[in-house]
């Protein structure tokens, strides 16, 4: 799967300079490094729904509620006159309540800075961490929540960039960073079907 997803958001010139790519999904994050070729890959054990839970248990509502709260207000740093609105929701006790965006991004933002922890410790860990001069990138439906750039560059130590599926026919439906595992697979089976036909095509002319 990482070689699909690398192959619908990385440039050919990322990966020759060496580049991280960090797929944050629901269930875990999933750390691939090239340089050049794909030289390591690691799967940490968080992802999205960890911060789905921890909202669900700060805020005492279902997880759904709390998954359609992180997709409509989700940040990890909520500043100024943006910080001071404020999120209603009902708990599961049927009380309605109210806090500060802020207030709310804080939730998300200890444990987003968690999982970067845990990938720092994994790049450290690899003889690559110093090679990626392209830097990282973020893909999957975990790096859609706003302001995370900066707080993985600051854990990460790298500069950071948000990897959405690149030359698509239809980048309104496509196009964000949620889609890039299943454009990328695609377009890897396409190039696939596209390699063995031309095998057969050379095999009966030859």
């Keep these: 799967e990482s070689v699909g997803t ?21 269930g875990t994050c999933d750390l691939a490094l090239f340089c050049g070729p794909m030289r390591h890959v690691e799967a940490i054990p968080l992802g999205g729904d960890d911060i789905t839970r921890d909202l669900s248990v700060v805020l005492s509502i279902p997880p759904r509620e709390a998954e359609q709260l992180k997709r409509q ?11 001071d609105q404020t999120v209603s929701y009902r708990t599961t006790a049927g009380r309605t309540c109210t806090m500060t965006r802020q207030q709310f991004s804080e939730i998300i ?15 450290i860990n690899t003889p690559y961490n110093d090679q990626l001069s392209a830097g990282i990138v973020l893909t999957g439906g975990g790096a859609m ?29 496509l196009g964000d960073p949620s889609h890039s595992a299943a454009v990328g697979l695609l377009r890897f089976a396409a190039d696939e079907h596209s390699d063995q036909r031309d095998v057969r095509r050379s095999e009966r002319t030859g």
């Design 109 to 123: 933002e200890a444990r987003q800075r968690e999982i970067f922890e845990y990938v720092y410790q994994a790049l």
């Design 6 to 26: 690398a192959q619908a958001t990385l440039s050919h010139d990322e990966r020759d300079m060496g580049v991280g790519l960090l797929d944050i999904g629901a």
């Design 145 to 173: 929540l706003d302001q995370i750039v900066p707080l993985a560059e600051e854990v990460l130590d790298h500069h950071v960039r948000i990897g959405a599926p690149q030359n698509i026919i239809a980048p309104d439906a």
């Design 73 to 83: 207000f989700g940040s990890v740093n909520c500043p100024g006159e943006e910080g």
